[in-house]
């Protein structure tokens, strides 16, 4: 049952929505345009804002429902935590894609908001807050992943929060910044894109 629940989070973590929302609405592979990633962002720029909203929710979807299987069979929260890193992976490099996919933004909050939905939820916060005061997504994201580690541990000290669950969001921060890394070069030279601007 682990096992096959690991894999289901790959699986799902792998579903190519940002990919097949090109393919569907323009005929085209979002993989071969702007940062070349299948997260919403990519799609708002070269798609549309109604094609980036589904996106964005059947990517959060797809972190959650594997985390919330892991704990509807009762699995440990090493378990757990497993399963959360197998979905994300499985948006990062998905196997139906050649490996390239997403940055594990709206997954990564689908997984935290099964793992706990308070440290979820203050992390989206984060994000919305420094969207609408600078309206540039990769900002927000990787300002929400530096905080994610410390959402999770203020969780841990005042609701016994395991220290697996710890863990995860400091391989989460990481990956999202790594993923991020050439964004944060455009930040630091001034030339990052903002919403409503190519």
């Known amino acids: 049952m682990n096992l096959s629940i690991l894999i289901l989070g790959y699986l799902l973590g792998s579903f190519p929505s940002g ?12 993989r071969s345009v702007g940062s070349g990633s299948t997260g919403a962002t990519n799609v708002l720029r070269h798609i549309g804002k109604r094609a980036a909203i589904i996106v964005f929710l059947l990517d959060v979807l797809k972190g959650i429902l594997p985390v ?7 699995l440990s929260d090493s378990w757990q935590v497993a399963v959360g890193l197998s979905t994300l992976i499985g948006h990062i ?6 490996w390239k996919g997403g940055k594990a933004v709206a ?3 689908g997984v935290f908001l099964g793992i706990s939905w308070q ?19 990769s900002l927000a994201s990787v300002s929400a ?16 929060v395991s220290i697996p669950f710890l863990v995860i969001s400091l ?16 930040l630091i ?4 894109p903002r919403i409503g601007h190519h």
């Open 145 to 160: 992943a530096l905080a994610l580690p410390l959402m999770m541990y203020l969780s841990l000290k005042a609701t016994n």
């Open 171 to 186: 391989l989460a921060m990481s990956l999202v910044i790594w993923r991020h890394r050439e964004n944060i070069v455009r």
């Open 119 to 137: 440290v979820g939820i203050a992390t989206l916060g984060i994000f919305l807050i420094m969207l609408s005061v600078f309206r540039i997504v």
């Open 19 to 30: 990919y097949l929302a090109g393919k569907f609405t323009k005929g085209i592979d979002i």
């Open 93 to 98: 490099w998905p196997v139906w894609l050649n």
């Open 189 to 192: 030279k001034g030339k990052e």
């Open 107 to 109: 997954t990564g909050l």
């Open 68 to 74: 919330l299987a892991a704990k509807y069979f009762f």
